[in-house]
């Protein structure tokens, strides 16, 4: 069979901001594009398994591949199968990729995963555009739905595989409560147990795409994954999977070594939770030295999993920087997120970060239910520049996301609609929706304008300009730093399209 793994344009996201406030709303992926590691885990996995299946790879959002392209570039494939990934926020691109599809080759079998399907299941099976869609981790679900395609077979036999007329046995049998699982997964997920055997992504495919962070150093970026799942419960958080499964420090670095191999000179982990404890990160720096690799690497950790010993070993070993997520400035806050963390934890880590020369990356949230004022932002800006001292800092807006505690309390509190996500996720082309904001007390328009306001405050403070002079190593980094700060004073000719940027500078 001859099968097209496809991660969609980018073309209609759903709308974070009222339209009043267009280019001026700062989104967490306007730093950077990463390679869609789920959807290439799938695809390793059944190139690793099976024989005979011609593979396609294409990243429409990485290679500039428009809407307006995909019917050539079907009818040029002709795939059997079409793989496509998602996320909830990008339903308008992912159906609209698959319709395309479905128009120039009516035969062809379209499979939706990735994050849309976990999280709204029923909707997702119900959509007219798709054949099947896989909930869940979906390495051995798409492999067997696959073999079972080939067969003839019924594929609703597979675990995760699920079609419009399979999923309706389950909508009103709740699932039973499973510790492994968010609450919130509403029917029988495809799950892997044990993350160690899996094929690590097969970056043959993604080797003619330059990735970019704007927090990187390099044009050589690899992403990786070391474990899957957290066991914390942020309120603002869905991730679909409690369960910390870890790969082993051996693996890891094996992995770690081809990337360099293969060219790449930075690695950035993109865990969940990469240091649940400060043991775990000893471990691989151990490995990594133990070896005499040589690389620049960092992750995205909490604050609690680390130590100064650990810290140490992580600079050590060619740990550059540790994004940390630091959510908010008071206690009363971090609990009421349910983040385990409190603001001396906080402090602490990134002061340890500091004196070992790691730069720190703050994810602090602004418009969350505890500040009643614009003041009370403020007051948490200075406990952020006064004693949290990170090197930089993403602000981001508090957006509702559904499946989340925070969203369940906004819907309590009669601040948003209950079921809109579910309405507009059956019929997204048709449907106009806007992320919702914790506007109980400040309005969003405000909060875009704090938005902007913090930014600026907290990156044209001149002791971090002069910081980041003395620190700048690459032209690379300096234009990525410019980036930002075109980005944050609104300089015409930066748009939100991270194409657009990217030719502003090769100019
Ligand atoms: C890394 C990451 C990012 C990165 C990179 C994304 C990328 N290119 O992959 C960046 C920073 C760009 C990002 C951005 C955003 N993200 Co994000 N991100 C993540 C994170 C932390 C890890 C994703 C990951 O690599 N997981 C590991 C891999 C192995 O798992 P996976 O991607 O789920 O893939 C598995 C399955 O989904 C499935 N699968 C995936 N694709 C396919 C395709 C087929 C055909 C099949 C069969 C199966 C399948 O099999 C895979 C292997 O097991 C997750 C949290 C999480 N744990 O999922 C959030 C998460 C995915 N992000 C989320 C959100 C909301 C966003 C943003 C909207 C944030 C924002 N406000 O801008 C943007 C949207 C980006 C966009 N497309 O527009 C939500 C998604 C919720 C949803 N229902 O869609 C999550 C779950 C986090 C959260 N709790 O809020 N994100
Ligand atoms: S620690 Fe991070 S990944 Fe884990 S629940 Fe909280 S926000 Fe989500």
Redesign the pocket.
Known sequence: MKIL?INPP?EN?VS?NPDEQGDEYI???DFG???????L??LSYLEKNTIGHEIVFKDCVAEHIKHSDLKELYEDIRPDVL????????LVDVVLTARTCRKSLPDCHI??????P??FPFEAAKLPDFDSI?V????I??TELIETLEKGEDITEVVGVYTKESVIKYIDIPMEKNWRFLQKISLPPAY?DNIEDLPVPNRKYISHIDYKSIIGVSNKLATM?SS?GCPYKCTF?????KEHRRRSPKSIVDEMQQCIEIGYDEIHF?D?LFNITPKRLIAICDEIDNRGVKVKWDFRGRVNGTDYESLRRFKNSGGRMISFGIETATDEGLKLLRKGSKVKENAQALKWCRELGIVSVADYMIGLPHEKSEQDIWDGFKVLTKQYKPDFAQF?IL?L?PNTEVYDQAVEKGLIEGDKWNKWALDPIDTKLIVDHWNEFISTKDLVRIQKSVYKKFYFRPSVIFKELLRLRSFHELKAKFLGALKVLGIKGVSNERHVQKDYFSQ
């Open positions: 793994f980018d996201k974070e989104e967490s992926d594009y990463f390679p869609p590691l789920g959807l885990y799938v793989a496509v990934t998602s996320f909830t926020v990008s499979c939706m995963g990735g994050h849309h976990i999280a896989v869940g981790e979906g390495e679900a798409f892997i994954l899957r958080c869905d991730i679909p999977f993109y969940d981001g957006s996301y």
